[in-house]
């Protein structure tokens, strides 16, 4: 009797021992994670190979970029009572000259049709356009010039220069990032991101809703973002 519970045991423990060398053997086959509790023999799969890098064209030292207006926008975020309002002035243009080398060197000039603005609500819009805001009939243009470039990391930058809007000029700084070169549509471009934030009081833009105190209804700071494609010029 003894002899045959140590057979029937033995028969067990073959049987379990199979199943398990069969789940992990059909788990390596098949990529899957063993359960609890199962020994997984079998190596990890290896990753899937990365796909081709893009490569980047060669650039002069000095490179001169001008704005592609149709790729390129300058939005901005004001506080509308306890809301955000977004906008865009559309098409911006200008130029830049990057020195990889010697980043003072580098200059930057760009110019915003302030009659472009735009917040999806054309009777704010028609607001925004009129002598108590940006009075784009007797200050039809914002512009920046810089006045010096550092640079802060690989591709990170910070432009100080004098932006003029409303009649009015004074010293911004923006940090922005450039990417890599690349070749596109049979020429060499380049994406570029900047921000800063400027209080729209200091450049005369005082309008306060009537009955309401200082900076409720329009925020004085106001959020800027550029996003620019730059190509690259042949000169």
């Known amino acids: ?5 140590l057979v029937v045991i033995a028969l067990l423990s073959a049987a379990a021992c199979d199943s398990r060398e069969t789940t992990t ?3 390596a086959a098949t990529g899957a994670a063993a359960p609890a509790g199962t020994a997984a023999t079998a190596a990890a799969a290896p990753a ?3 796909g081709p890098a893009i490569p980047v064209p060669a650039i002069p030292q000095v490179s001169k970029w001008v704005l592609d207006p149709e790729n390129s926008s300058v939005g901005f975020v004001c506080k509308h009572v306890l809301s955000n309002v977004r906008g865009m002035f559309a098409q911006p243009s200008g130029t830049v000259t990057l020195d990889e080398a010697t980043p ?3 200059q930057i000039s760009a110019t915003i049709d302030a009659s472009s603005i735009t917040t999806g609500v054309e009777e704010r819009d028609a607001h925004l356009r009129s002598a108590e805001f940006f009075n784009v009939a007797e200050f039809p243009t914002i ?3 810089s006045t010096g470039v550092t640079r802060s ?3 990170s930058y910070t432009a100080t220069g004098d932006l003029t809007m409303h009649g009015v000029t004074k010293p911004v700084t923006l940090a922005f990032t450039a990417s890599a070169p690349f070749e596109h549509a049979g020429g060499i471009r380049r994406g570029i991101e900047a921000t800063t934030s400027v209080n729209r009081k200091d450049f005369g833009l005082a309008w306060e809703f009537p009955g309401e ?7 004085d700071i106001i959020k800027v973002t550029i996003d620019a494609e730059l190509m690259l010029r042949a000169d």
């Not at 009797?1 to 519970?5: E, F, K, L, S, T």
């Not at 105190?213 to 925020?219: F, I, L, W």
Request: proline share 7%.
């Open 1 to 5: 009797m003894r002899q045959a519970v």
């Open 25 to 27: 053997t059909r788990l």
């Open 48 to 50: 899937a190979p990365e």
């Open 104 to 106: 003072a060197n580098s």
């Open 143 to 145: 512009t920046f010039v």
């Open 153 to 155: 990391g690989a591709t």
């Open 213 to 219: 105190g200082p900076g409720v209804v329009v925020g």
